[in-house]
């Protein structure tokens, strides 16, 4: 996995409702550190945007999708941009009611899920965290998901090493690679090994996924501390 980019994070706003995307991009544009390059009305439209800036060289870092749209819905969308685009990480928007939708997001490859009812600054730390391949659960839904979550993987935690399980914990505390090299005194280059080995052994794609499959296999409880 590459290391994030320098400058701002470019982002991709997907969802049916104009007046939500205006919303998004009113407060997105007046921070400094995001940049929104992209909006689409629908999931065909999401992925004829993102291809289109791919072209130009432009290529959104994070896109934040909507789940239930008209066609191609945002589940759908979301598995084909992330089978087609390793570097991009797509972020679901979701009510808390659609526990379900997020469950199918994230099993198609989702980084991780924002509440359309998230305040402003609670949006612009999500797509932050989804750019650095950081999104701790949010406490509202992680029980939810924790009962819901049907792992991709079959593979046993018992295929994980005595180390990859101590990472598991970790990542599901909602640490990043650099913070987990700091706890447990390794290089940052070590903890990206032994996350990428978790999600092959677990059959996942995700951090995100991977922390649900500790949650839900009893490896880490549903509210970690800080």
């Not at 289109?52 to 008209?70: G, I, S």
């Not at 969308?77 to 979701?94: F, G, K, P, S």
């Amino acid at each position: 996995m590459n290391e994030p980019d320098p400058g701002p994070i470019r982002v991709c706003l997907v969802d049916d409702h104009a007046v939500v995307r205006r919303g998004l991009r009113g407060y997105l544009d007046l921070v400094e550190d995001i940049e929104v390059v992209g909006e689409a009305g629908d999931g065909q439209a999401a992925l004829d945007t993102v291809a289109a800036l791919v072209a130009e060289q432009r290529a959104p870092h994070v896109v934040l999708m909507d789940l239930l749209m008209p066609g191609l819905d945002g589940v759908t969308a979301t598995r084909l941009l992330t089978q087609q685009y390793e570097d991009i990480a797509v972020m679901a928007m979701t009510s808390y009611s659609e526990v379900e939708r997020i469950r199918s997001a994230l099993e198609a490859g989702a980084s991780g899920y924002l509440l359309k009812d998230a305040e402003a600054d609670e949006v612009a730390d999500g797509i932050r965290k989804a750019h650095r391949r950081e999104m701790p659960l949010g406490a509202a839904v992680s029980r939810q998901l924790a009962r819901a979550f049907s792992a991709t993987g079959q593979a046993a935690l018992g295929t994980l090493t005595a180390r990859e399980h101590e990472v598991l914990l970790l990542i599901a505390a909602g640490m990043s690679n650099r913070e987990i090299a700091s706890r447990l005194v390794i290089s940052e280059r070590t903890a990206r090994t032994h996350v990428s080995s978790i999600l092959e052994k677990l059959e996942l794609r995700s951090r995100t996924q991977a922390a649900l499959y500790a949650i839900q296999h009893g490896v880490a409880p549903a509210h970690p501390s800080p």
